[in-house]
């Protein structure tokens, strides 16, 4: 039993050093909390600028909504795009939703498992720096976030877009602003409905509460799945004075329903 518990205190002291890696335990010497090994394997977006192992992804995408697609679209836009331009200028992830980002996310989500969060905001403040490095005239002027349900925060206990934005608004020196963009009611899974129901659940589900007049923005998304959300809140606050919206997000999922 001492000889159990003194590797398991082992193994925490490494964890809270951030020299033991969150997914295979390995000891490593990389500032983030995940080894460059495990990050290799990671779902790279083809826009990450993380990316360099075999799972680099090569794939076509919309520069605007950062749709995955198998053929090179049309003036580098998706079909939605093309036929109903978002309010928002591009969205930003470094990943797509599959494993093991899909499931770190779910734990962080679900379980409570806080340092997945973690380690996951670090890396996508790291692909941030680097895109702001490369082309400054993309940072924005502060940070909003996606507010979740009521429903959602009493059940979950917080707000883990909130957790993110806050971390990044840290790691990149940007201001974060809360209470701007407020949920009035809430809403379905968007994810289940269709097209014409997604834009219907959301009707009036936000408000914008605060000058944005001019303003540069980073909308700050957990996983980006329909649009449809970050649209609605986009387009709300550009109609508010907003001089552009961005879209951050750890990762983005093709859609079934286009």
């Not at 490095?133 to 959602?152: N, Y």
Request: a positive charge.
């Amino acid at each position: 039993m001492i000889k159990e518990l003194s590797k398991l205190s082992t193994k925490w002291k490494d964890l809270v050093d951030n020299s033991a890696c969150y997914l295979c335990d390995e000891i490593h010497h990389s500032p983030f909390l995940v080894c460059p090994s495990c990050l290799d394997d990671f779902p790279h977006h083809p826009t990450s600028l993380l990316r360099s192992g075999p799972n680099a992804c090569h794939l076509e995408v919309c520069r605007q909504c950062a749709l995955p697609l198998q053929t090179a679209p049309v003036n580098r836009l998706c079909r939605e795009c093309l036929l109903q331009p978002p309010a928002f200028s591009q969205i930003q992830v470094p990943w797509l939703y599959a494993f093991p980002v899909d499931a770190m996310i779910g734990r962080f989500k679900y379980r409570h498992q806080g340092y997945f969060g973690r380690a996951l905001s670090l890396l996508l403040a790291e692909h941030l720096r680097r895109l702001l490095d490369a082309s400054s005239d993309q940072r924005p002027d502060f940070l909003l976030h996606v507010p979740v349900g009521r429903r959602k925060l009493w059940r979950r206990g917080f707000d883990q877009t909130h957790v993110i934005a806050s971390m990044l608004a840290t790691q990149l020196q940007i201001p974060f602003r809360t209470g701007v963009v407020l949920r009035q009611r809430e809403s379905s899974v968007q994810a289940r409905l269709n097209k014409q129901a997604r834009q219907n659940n959301l009707h009036g589900a936000f408000r914008i509460d605060g000058s944005v007049a001019g303003a540069r923005i980073a909308l700050v998304d957990d996983v980006v799945t329909t649009t449809s959300t970050v649209r609605e809140i986009s387009h709300q606050l550009i109609v508010a004075g907003a001089q552009e919206v961005q879209v951050w997000a750890l990762a983005r999922t093709p859609k079934a329903d286009a």
